[in-house]
């Protein structure tokens, strides 16, 4: 049954992505960059522009996005250098370098960076968002195709979702139902944000206040039983959702 409402959910997120998908644009040809932003903002995107590298990692860190979009020959920090910083941190959000080098060397190190697409200049809008829709499309899928049975590995903690286990080596911890339902939420999302409204949606049938309060204090709980590793941690982004972050070894 859950399951059943969680692929609906996702289905319904990737229906209304042109309106919800945030999108970080890092170019510092100011008349593209302004070009891109308002056709993108046009077709539903939400757009953050920058106009260097550096700017562009600042706002980064300190913002959650579903995807990037990165100029490769910028001042200050170029969009290689940024793409690398951002994959430290973040092996998840997909992003897209925009590059006049049509050079396959250039093309072959943006994605052993971890590019999920490399467009070169000049190119159509009409291009550029349907190679955003596909990618945003791809991300979404491949959440959902995750196996409903599928052991998540977190840091010292091995979490069972089918049998409601939560695993480490001073023993284990049985969860109930909404507990395991909340953390499997958090683990398809990993290092990434995990918005309130869908886990709402998801797990508690509705999203108002007395329902996020509830679902409140099971991220408390969740954080307290995950305690036992400090490279593993449920961070809160404030009015938005949660964040299931784990330290690489």
């Given at each position: 049954?859950?399951?059943s409402h969680l692929n609906k959910m996702y289905a319904s997120t990737f229906l209304n992505m042109k309106t919800k998908a945030n999108i970080l644009l890092v170019e510092d040809d100011k008349n593209l960059g302004f070009v891109i932003k308002d056709s993108?903002?046009?077709a539903g995107f939400t757009i953050d522009l920058q106009e260097n590298g550096v700017l562009g990692a600042e706002t980064f860190h300190h913002a959650n996005f579903d995807l990037c979009i990165l100029d490769i020959m910028m001042p200050l920090k170029d969009g290689f250098t940024l793409a690398e910083e951002i994959r430290k941190t973040d092996l998840v959000t997909p992003i897209i370098f925009?590059?006049?080098r049509s050079m396959?060397?250039?093309k072959i190190r943006g994605f052993k960076i971890g590019a999920d697409d490399y467009i070169?200049?000049?190119f159509s809008i009409e291009e550029l968002k349907l190679r955003i829709e596909a990618i945003l499309k791809?991300?979404?899928l491949s959440i959902l195709s995750t196996e409903r049975n599928a052991i998540f590995e977190l840091g010292k903690f091995s979490f069972d979702y089918e049998?409601?286990?939560?695993?480490s080596s001073t023993g284990e911890r049985k969860l109930t139902r909404k507990e395991s339902e909340l953390l499997r939420l958090l683990c398809l999302n990993k290092n990434r944000l995990l918005r309130r409204e869908l886990a709402l949606k998801s797990i508690w049938g509705e999203d108002d206040y007395f329902?996020?309060?509830s679902m409140d204090v099971y991220i408390t709980k969740l954080r307290k039983f995950l305690a036992e590793d400090e490279k593993v941690n449920i961070l809160n982004v404030h009015r938005t959702g949660f964040k299931l972050m784990v330290e690489e070894e």
């Open positions: 049954m859950f399951i993108l903002e046009l925009l590059s006049a396959d060397v250039d070169t200049k000049p791809r991300t979404s049998n409601q286990i939560l695993r329902m996020g309060r």
